[in-house]
């Protein structure tokens, strides 16, 4: 079991950047594999970023490649999220998430655990 609590979210302008970072407690370490997903109002939630066990491999959703960067600290228990570069349509609520899974997965189903979510909104 492990709980995720999301932070870093807020209002920025086209073009701008911020963080968002997810602490873990509870069953941590380097047991998950972690991802970071969004969900914006009337849409499903998708899949953006996910950083395997040890942090040597990586995945991205097609539309945040070159401008997001994911990564992972074992020791502190955080999952991090660097966004560039910003554009409106990354409007959503982002989900930090945990999967048991050995390789890095896309699939919101591989994800047993997730958090409450940080808002990121975006002006043109």
């Known amino acids: 079991q492990v709980q995720l609590v999301e932070s870093g979210g807020g209002l920025v302008q086209a073009g701008d950047s911020l963080r968002l970072s997810c602490a873990a407690s509870g069953r941590t370490g380097s047991t998950y594999t972690m991802g970071w997903f969004r969900q914006a109002p009337g849409s499903e939630r998708e899949f953006v970023a996910a950083?395997?066990?040890?942090?040597?491999?990586?995945a991205y959703a097609n539309s945040v490649k070159g401008r997001f960067t994911v990564s992972r600290d074992n020791v502190k228990n955080t999952v991090s999220l660097q966004m560039n570069s910003l554009k409106p349509e990354d409007t959503a609520v982002y989900y930090c998430?945990?999967?048991?899974?050995?390789?890095?997965?896309?699939?919101?189903?591989?994800?047993?655990?997730w958090g409450q979510g940080t808002q990121v909104t975006v002006s043109s």
């Open positions: 998430a945990a999967s048991l899974s050995i390789v890095v997965s896309t699939a919101r189903n591989q994800y047993a655990y």
């Open positions: 950083i395997s066990r040890s942090g040597r491999s990586t």
